[in-house]
């Protein structure tokens, strides 16, 4: 009926993944450029199924004109091979129950109870095929199943990804014949069994500033709950050591808490990187929720590669990660030649492409040889000279690196090369160098020690957990630190249109992860690409009453100011100063502060 053979075969995401990569590259073989990404094409087609769209219902425009005919050749590889993906099977089901009245009526009467969870979650998509299920007496205006959907509509959170909470629940409402004002039609579960009446309070007033809910008032029995702690940070690296420094305390005042109950939560990946270092040199151990540590972000890891390179030309596995990124049409076959040539002249492969002249005149190929000599050059001989970080971003922005992630989904990876900036912005000041064989050798244990996983799922072992709050929804946590409260980055306006009230909606998950104690922090000054900016403090701690909030400050018990521990941090030697001369062996700042 719906043209599938009865093997068929359910793809996953992964599978989506190669899929798309194989149309693109099919696609481009002449040039190996396209201009969106496979990921980004992908995100394209499942937002369009989300939305009940075939490729040949997209209107054709400038920007999605390449993703509309990826999406046409998709469909048409997937039909071929009986496969579908999960977007598909619904919308193949919706077509089909559309088209064939019995086959719906079929269906609507074999399902006598329907439990939708997560209501708030729903795409278009879903909620029509949920309508084909309503065994509908249009006459009486009655509906012979029953339904029962069940969610918070002030935790819709994935608006980006199409979820239309209050529209949804208006249009299931009205095609169930309910009404939003008859409470026997929506039971409100207002006792929460979780948090404290002070975190539930501080939830209720910062989404009681939506216009857009159906409105609840959370309560609980748990009385007395502690304030909620505030810190407002001279600057980022002082906003993560004090967390931390709290951290340490509670651990130290409850030792039988497991670490697993702690939880930092902030708006963007990139944020992890401060509170990394900092738990690093306290010697705590972290994971990343649903993420991957900071330097083993594959952005990271070219960007430093770009760098390594740059630094040390007989570096063959930098050389093997951009020689083809971002890409230049120097495919596989090349690169094994390469490979070939410099073992048998027992040389390094980037000084092996400058020798042989079948590669240095290769245009792609000379174009990169110049790439790295000019960025050498370029920063051994600017005067005044630049800065470590100026260094790194000229070696970005030359490289294309940069450009490879203009992209609106590639914002995550354009924020972490900034906070690599950042980074290298505090090392120099740190160290008084701008030396960037220094900084390699110091960061070489944070990204050749770590685990080279993809996720980090790794829960042998008691950590704090760190994740983004889109990462915490439905999780929760004795002690949650919010971090990172400043207006733009939370409420965020990355792309200049600020959704505040889906904003608000993620504080208050965020909120509401906390059972027993809740602390926000924030600093005025934050940096993008090494540059210093001002921040305002988030709107969102002006909506929490301030009775329910203790601002900490020096003089409190629970918290040691970190300028003490700055000093020791400035008194470490460099790696050249203390003659270790591989990145192996060296120590991070925390180890060496411990050996000390
Ligand atoms: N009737 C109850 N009595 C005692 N504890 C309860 C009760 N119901 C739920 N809880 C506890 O409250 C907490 C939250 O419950 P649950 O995770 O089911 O809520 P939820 O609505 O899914 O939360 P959220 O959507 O905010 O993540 C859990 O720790 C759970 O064990």
Not at 449 to 454: H, L, P, S, V
Request: hydrophobic share 35%.
């Amino acid at each position: 009926m719906v043209g599938l053979k009865s093997d068929f075969i359910i793809i996953d995401p992964d599978d989506q993944l190669s899929i798309v990569k194989r149309i693109l590259k099919e696609e481009v073989k002449e040039t190996n450029f396209y201009t969106d990404k496979p990921k980004a094409i992908i995100n394209f087609i499942n937002k369009c199924k989300d939305e009940g769209k075939r490729s040949t219902d997209i209107m054709i425009n400038h920007e999605n004109r390449f993703k509309q005919l990826i999406y046409s050749k998709y469909e048409t590889y997937i039909q071929q091979e009986n496969k579908l993906d999960f977007a598909e099977l619904i919308l193949l089901t919706k077509e089909l129950l559309e088209k064939e009245i019995d086959l719906q009526v079929h269906y609507s009467k074999k399902f006598r109870f329907i439990l939708i969870d997560e209501f708030q979650d729903t795409s278009t998509l879903q909620m029509d095929w949920l309508k084909l299920m309503i065994d509908r007496d249009h006459q009486n205006k009655t509906v012979q199943n029953c339904f029962m959907a069940v969610g918070d509509d002030d935790q819709s959170i994935y608006a980006f990804r199409g979820a239309q909470c209050v529209n949804n629940i208006d249009e299931y409402l009205k095609a169930l014949y309910l009404s939003r004002e008859n409470p026997e039609h929506i039971i409100k579960l207002e006792q929460n069994y979780r948090s404290t009446n002070v975190v539930l309070e501080a939830a209720n007033s910062v989404i009681d500033h939506n216009q857009s809910r159906l409105g609840k008032n959370l309560w609980t029995d748990i009385k007395n709950g502690e304030q909620i702690g505030l810190y407002q940070a001279t600057d980022t690296s002082d906003e993560a050591e004090h967390v931390v420094e709290l951290i340490k305390n509670f651990i130290k005042l409850h030792p039988n808490i497991p670490l697993s109950q702690i939880a930092i939560l902030y708006r963007t990946n990139a944020q992890s990187r401060e509170f990394e270092q900092a738990l690093m040199n306290s010697g705590i151990k972290y994971r990343i929720y649903g993420g991957i540590k900071f330097y083993q972000r594959s952005e990271i890891k070219s960007a430093l590669a770009y760098l390594r390179l740059i630094q040390n030309e007989n570096d063959n596995d930098a050389f093997r990660r951009i020689i083809n990124f971002p890409a230049r049409a120097i495919g596989k076959a090349t690169l094994e030649k390469i490979e070939a040539g410099a073992k048998q002249n027992q040389c390094s492969l980037f000084t092996y492409i400058q020798t042989d002249s079948n590669f240095s005149k290769q245009k792609k190929i000379y174009d990169f040889i110049q790439l790295i000599i000019n960025c050498k050059k370029t920063i051994e001989e600017t005067n005044p000279p630049m800065e470590l970080y100026e260094q790194a971003l000229y070696i970005f922005e030359q490289s294309g690196l940069m450009n490879s992630y203009k992209n609106k989904e590639e914002v995550e990876r354009l924020q972490n090369i900034s906070e690599l900036c950042n980074a290298m912005k505090q090392f120099s000041h740190l160290y008084h160098t701008n030396d960037l064989t220094q900084y390699l050798s110091v960061i070489a244990l944070d990204t050749t020690n770590t685990q080279d996983g993809k996720l980090d799922t790794s829960d042998e072992i008691e950590r704090i957990q760190m994740m983004t709050v889109h990462g915490a929804k439905g999780l929760e946590f004795h002690y949650v630190f919010i971090a990172g409260l400043v207006q733009d980055l939370f409420p965020s306006n990355f792309f200049g249109n600020c959704d505040i009230e889906e904003e608000r909606r993620l504080m208050y998950v965020a909120i509401t992860r906390a059972k027993r104690y809740l602390h926000m922090s924030y600093s005025e000054i934050r940096s993008n690409y090494g540059q210093q900016e001002r921040c305002k403090r988030s709107q969102f701690i002006s909506e929490i009453p301030p009775k329910l909030v203790h601002v900490h400050n020096e003089n409190d018990e629970i918290y040691q100011p970190p300028k003490k521990r700055m000093n020791v941090v400035q008194t470490i030697k460099l790696p050249s100063q203390i003659g270790f001369l591989t990145g192996k062996n060296l120590l991070n700042v925390a180890q060496w502060n411990k050996k000390k």
